[in-house]
């Protein structure tokens, strides 16, 4: 079945360091996509990237980055030399032809908390 | 820039009320969904739908129903709120495609149940 695990519940950081938030996935499906979302105190979760399957060619976004490999099931997203404004929940998610009872819904991962302490 | 507008951002209701939530979405999106995030599990699918007057059951629907009249507006209703339906509830939007649309949230709704 199809599943995200981010096993870091929260993660603690001095402003500057950089971090990195884990994710790894299971799924049957050869053709799916991975998404990383924000979610600051405001509540709106903010789209930040979509990954297809074929595609492992790391990602790289001003100070964020990051990394899919499909040998270990894994699409890390690490900031570098992070900011107070860094600080919020991220979400990563799997839509494949099972997630959510229909092509379009996302299994998402429980969360990784990030605070960025000034 | 794609819009997506809950209605209420606090609401607090009594237990056995009805409820409505209403979210609306301006981009012409055929994909729409309900879900609630609750500390600790994350976000977990109600319901959604792909089209008007159509509904397809998520992960935990018990206690929810929805109603999409019209393209742009999906409704979650809870016929008899109880306390542990007091949660966050996110909607979000989507293009009907080949699952790689990324979902467009709105601000959420945070529901207090007494």
């Known amino acids: 079945a199809q599943k995200v695990t981010q096993a870091q519940t929260e993660i603690s950081v001095v402003e500057k360091e950089d971090v990195t938030l884990d994710c790894v996935y299971e799924?049957?499906?050869?053709?799916?996509?991975l998404f990383w979302y924000k979610q600051p105190p405001s509540g709106e979760l903010v789209f930040l990237i979509r990954?297809?399957?074929?595609?492992?060619q790391n990602e790289i976004s001003g100070r964020y980055s990051w990394n899919f490999q499909k040998s270990t099931s894994s699409f890390n997203f690490t900031i570098t030399a992070s900011q107070v404004v860094d600080s919020a929940v991220y979400f990563c998610?799997?839509?494949?032809?099972?997630?959510?009872?229909?092509?379009?819904?996302?299994?998402f991962g429980k969360g990784t908390h990030l605070i960025i302490q000034p | 820039d794609v819009k997506v507008t809950q209605s209420s951002r606090y609401l607090v209701k009594r237990t056995g009320e009805k409820v409505f939530l209403e979210c609306v979405q301006d981009?012409?999106?055929?994909?729409m969904f309900w879900y609630r995030q609750d500390p600790g599990l994350g976000l977990r699918l109600i319901y959604f739908?792909?089209?008007?007057?159509?509904?397809e059951k998520g992960d935990i629907p018990e206690g929810y129903s929805v109603s999409r009249e019209k393209k742009e507006r999906f409704s979650l209703i809870l016929e008899s709120a109880s306390t542990n339906q007091t949660s966050m509830y996110l909607c979000?939007?989507?293009?009907?495609?080949?699952?790689?649309?990324?979902?467009?949230f709105g601000n959420g709704t945070r529901l207090t149940v007494t």
């Open positions: 979000a939007s989507s293009f009907l495609s080949s699952y790689n649309s990324p979902l467009h």
């Open positions: 799924t049957r499906d050869t053709t799916y996509y």
């Open positions: 990954r297809n399957s074929f595609d492992e």
């Open positions: 998610a799997l839509s494949d032809s099972y997630s959510g009872g229909g092509a379009d819904g996302l299994t």
């Open positions: 981009m012409d999106h055929e994909n």
């Open positions: 739908s792909y089209d008007v007057k159509m509904k």
